[in-house]
């Protein structure tokens, strides 16, 4: 998902570079207030300039992983020392039951919480806060927040590479793709809606 318009992240991700690139992916991997960042188009967008030449591809997959793991472990921290406290004051926003229902939540499903919810903009910022906050055994959640991290920030980045390269084609219908991705990424969103309803 991206509030930025898909035909400004050409020239957005080439202006931002390797370091504009590690930051966004840090932030959106688990600092609260980068949610709104492009995420998976920025990716694949990042991808398709490698195969151009504008970025090495193998140190951008290096980089984008590395962020994505850091950005994940950071908002697990966060939520470990800061979330608790905050839900102990059982306030309006902030009950003792949503810890308990969190904490709940991860026990069962916190493995494919971490994993999948790198593919779920928004999700994918405050899942590994929430893990924190419901006290997810740190191994566990490091084992996939990795796996997450090679699957999504490598993985779609790779993808962008590796189609436009072996499929020029690609390239002519980048703004369609990347429209895809976008929708594909509120799938869960509309799925969780559907089945409230």
């Not at 035909?7 to 991700?13: A, S």
């Not at 980068?34 to 998976?40: A, E, I, N, R, T």
């Not at 151009?52 to 966060?78: K, Q, S």
């Not at 084609?169 to 929708?183: Q, S």
């Amino acid at each position: 998902m991206s509030f930025i318009p898909h035909f400004e992240l050409l020239p957005l991700v080439k202006a931002v570079g390797y370091p504009g690139l590690f930051a966004a992916v840090f932030l959106e991997s688990g600092v609260f207030f980068g949610f709104f960042l492009p995420g998976s188009s920025m990716l694949f967008t990042a991808g398709l300039l490698a195969s151009r030449g504008f970025f090495n591809v193998w140190l951008l997959l290096v980089l984008l992983t590395i962020a994505a793991i850091l950005g994940d472990n950071t908002g697990y921290w966060f939520g470990k020392k800061v979330g608790a406290p905050l839900l102990e004051r059982n306030t309006r926003w902030f009950k003792h039951e949503h810890l308990a229902q969190a904490k709940y939540f991860y026990d069962h499903h916190g493995v494919q919480a971490v994993l999948l919810a790198r593919f779920v903009p928004i999700v994918r910022t405050f899942a590994p806060i929430v893990a924190g906050i419901a006290q997810m055994r740190y191994r566990t959640f490091l084992f996939y927040n990795i796996a997450g991290a090679f699957l999504w920030a490598a993985g779609l980045t790779f993808a962008g590479y590796y189609l436009v390269e072996k499929i020029p084609l690609v390239e002519r219908y980048f703004t369609a793709i990347v429209v895809v991705i976008i929708i594909v990424s509120l799938l869960p969103f509309a799925w969780h809606a559907f089945k409230r309803r």
